[in-house]
């Protein structure tokens, strides 16, 4: 009985081994490289499962460890991914052969959370070519002129705040991401739905769309832990059954959506801001649309418009403060392209500040705001690498892209760990590898609300050096030390600088 006991359990020990094992030679079958130490079960995902190290900077160490290779396999748990590490290969997987890897990877369950589900990010097909055209029409050149207008009382009311703050004082101490998340917040509100966000009201600022966006995206071990189910195990949030949008936040937007169109449909008011723009495509198409999909359209400028940027401007705001010359020099153009728009903030004024488009594209390159991106094949297809190696993709294959490592690499860079705004300069850009700098993506799903993005961060800088100067704090951690808040990066310890008026 003893023995017949034993043989069954060592009978499942093999059968559960065999299981958690079998892709471990799927690389090797087809000739790619692969990453050494995969694990029965968490593949190459040990350091992250463990919490050593975020999936950004594991991929980041995959890209550099494999210098030599134009691709390299590894095992995502049980699931064989594929890293693709040259420029030419990243441009047939996003734009040349996008027909072949059109899907992003991360996924949301519509029963869970239906409002993020369609989010043209996370949808696929019609709804995403509807969607996408939909938020292409609110971010076009014309109607970003419309939205400008409420962009500029948000700034005004980012002076106010800090004014405030030096109020018989020198200079403030601040942390950078803390401030513009205000900011980028408050831009939400009042360019999404011309609503007052509270988020330069200390008095309410319980209740400001500052606090309920940090409630949905400050980092935290449990908003770190939903991210890291829903996107790098969603097989795992489906048995759990976890939704990641909170059931506070859908109703918000929910009753916001249905209350701002209802009025909007009837009266006929006219405001600056997203939902204008979407009631009057409505009456374009002649056709009234489902008040979920805009609600889900609103929660998507709020998400999009907020995390990220703000994220954007903290390290921009950083790298400004570290190199006083080169916020002199971005001063300098802010103050003489103001000064022939009588001192007003105008759309062609920001157009005009090319030294500080070239400004943002150092600091995203430097620390990208996320450090990869991810797309899953659709359609078989054969990769190949200038070094001979040749993948047959399979349908359902997760394929990564490395921004992090491309954008630091000195096959593509000069000094790539220097910051050099210069680089990005009108003689000089051209030679730079398109698809090693990636801040936005690219393709036909590179992000719709890069624009927006763009003109928000641009009226923020402007705004803020026309009138102060950022010096580093000893509160900031040097040298830079990145950590990951979900997917996207932040300084350990904060982005402190010293806010004083010039």
């Not at 829903?230 to 859908?250: I, S």
């Not at 701002?260 to 009456?283: A, C, H, I, P, Y």
């Not at 990869?372 to 094949?377: A, E, W």
Request: aromatic share 12%; charged share 25%; proline share 5%.
């Amino acid at each position: 009985m003893a023995v017949a006991f034993v043989s069954l359990i060592l009978g499942v020990v093999i059968i559960l081994y065999l299981y958690l094992t079998k892709n471990f030679k799927y690389w090797q079958k087809r000739g790619v490289p692969c990453v050494n130490g995969a694990l029965p079960g968490v593949g190459h995902m040990w350091e992250f499962v463990i919490g050593k190290t975020a999936f950004a900077e594991f991929c980041r160490k995959i890209y550099h460890d494999n210098k030599d290779h134009s691709m390299v396999g590894f095992y995502k748990f049980l699931e064989p991914t594929l890293m693709v590490r040259e420029p030419e290969l990243v441009k047939t997987v996003m734009q040349t052969s996008f027909t072949h890897f059109h899907d992003n990877t991360f996924k949301i369950n519509p029963d869970l959370d239906p409002l993020l589900a369609n989010n043209p990010f996370f949808t696929y097909g019609e709804k995403w070519v509807t969607g996408r055209k939909r938020l292409a029409y609110a971010f076009s050149s014309m109607r970003l002129k419309i939205l400008l207008e409420s962009v500029k009382q948000v700034c005004g009311e980012l002076e106010n705040y800090l004014d405030k703050k030096l109020n018989k004082v020198e200079k403030v101490e601040i942390e950078l991401k803390d401030l513009f998340a205000k900011y980028t917040a408050q831009v939400v509100a009042n360019a999404g739905f011309s609503a007052n966000g509270f988020c330069f009201d200390d008095k309410k600022e319980h209740e400001s769309f500052y606090e309920m966006s940090k409630a949905f995206l400050e980092p935290s071990a449990m908003n770190n832990m939903m991210f890291n189910i829903v996107f790098l195990m969603p097989w795992l949030g489906k048995v759990l059954r976890l939704n990641f949008l909170p059931k506070k936040l859908d109703r918000f937007f929910r009753k916001l959506v249905t209350d701002v169109m209802k009025q909007r449909r009837t009266s006929g008011m006219q405001r600056n801001d997203f939902l204008q723009l979407m009631t009057e495509l409505e009456r374009t198409e002649d056709d009234k649309f489902d008040l979920e999909i805009l609600a889900s359209y609103a929660l998507s400028f709020f998400v999009d418009g907020y995390e990220t940027s703000s994220s954007a401007l903290s390290f921009i705001g950083f790298h400004l403060a570290v190199y006083p010359e080169v916020q002199k020099k971005l001063r300098k153009e802010v103050m003489n392209v103001l000064s022939k728009y009588n001192g007003i903030v105008t759309y062609d004024a920001l157009k005009e500040m090319t030294y500080m488009d070239q400004v943002i594209s150092e600091s995203q390159r430097i620390v990208p705001v996320g450090g990869f991106l991810s797309k899953d094949c659709t359609e078989a297809f054969e990769l190949k690498g200038s070094d001979g190696v040749v993948c047959s993709v399979e349908p359902g294959t997760t394929i990564i892209i490395p921004l992090h490592g491309l954008q630091e690499d000195s096959c593509y860079w000069e000094n790539p760990h220097v910051f050099d705004p210069d680089r990005f300069s009108p003689d000089r850009k051209h030679s730079i590898e398109r698809f090693a700098f990636l801040p936005f993506g690219e393709g036909p799903r590179m992000c719709i609300g890069m624009r927006m993005a763009l003109l928000q961060i641009k009226a923020c800088l402007a705004v803020l050096l026309r009138k102060y100067s950022l010096e580093l704090s000893p509160k900031m951690q040097m040298p830079l030390k990145l950590k990951i808040s979900h997917f996207l990066y932040a300084p350990v310890g904060g982005a402190w600088v010293y806010i004083r008026p010039i």
